[in-house]
Each structure stands twice: as C-alpha cells, then as structure tokens.
C-alpha cells in the first residue's frame, strides 16, 4: 500500500503558474501514478498521468498549459500548471496504481488516492 501527500495549492491569478507535488510513501517508480480534479458541483476528472516509462497524457482542456514530471529518487511526481484560468479552479487529487504499462486518466484505473491539494484561480 502506498500513501500519497499533494502539496503546493493555492490561489492565484489568472495567467499564473504553480506547481503541485504529490510525495509517494514507497518507490514511485514502481507506480503509475496521475492527477485528477474536482471542481465544485462538477464530476471528478482526469488531468493528467505519468506511466512508469515515462509517458504522460493530459486531458484536451489542459494540453499545452500543464507539464508533468516525476522525481523518482525522491518519490515525488510533480504538475506544472501555467497560463491558470478559472476553470481550473477545484481540488486537485494525486491518484496511483501499483506497475502498469500505460497510463489513462480513468478514475478507475487508479487504487490509491491522496487526502488533494486546494487550487482557486481568480480571473
């Protein structure tokens, strides 16, 4: 089993950037790992996700704004989020499933969840 910390929400302006972090209790390499949201009143969605050789995916409304990386000798798998709108505004959650070849942005293809990280763009 393996526990999972986002950290690095907060609010900023749009136009902004932040990056989020999300910590892995055990060796994140032997994990596919991904980011989900949900914005108040809305379904939770798939914004990105990070295979164990190193491919990533990124939902359509995020593509070319958001980047991924992962730190394997720290454990830490990060999301870059530049040019913020409003609509990324919601509770960002850190998600994993343990080996894998591929990764999608299907919330159930994921069986570990973090407690998310907080993300308000104010336009």
């Known amino acids: 089993q393996v526990q999972l910390v986002e950290s690095g929400g907060g609010s900023v302006p749009a136009g902004g950037s932040l990056r989020l972090s999300c910590e892995a209790s055990?060796?994140?390499?032997?994990?596919?790992m991904a980011w989900f949201r949900q914005a108040p009143g809305k379904e939770r969605e798939g914004v990105a996700c990070?295979?164990?050789?190193?491919?990533?995916r990124f939902a359509d409304s995020v593509k070319g704004r958001f980047s991924m990386s992962r730190d394997n000798d720290k454990n830490i798998l990060y999301l870059q989020m530049n040019t913020l709108k409003s609509e990324d505004t919601g509770m960002y959650y850190c998600?994993?499933?343990?080996?894998?070849?591929?990764?999608?942005?299907?919330?159930?293809?994921?069986?570990?969840w973090g407690q998310g990280t907080q993300l308000t763009v104010s336009s």
């Open positions: 998600a994993a499933v343990f080996g894998g070849w591929d990764c999608d942005l299907r919330g159930t293809s994921y069986q570990y």
């Open positions: 055990r060796r994140s390499a032997d994990y596919t």
């Open positions: 990070s295979s164990r050789y190193d491919t990533t």
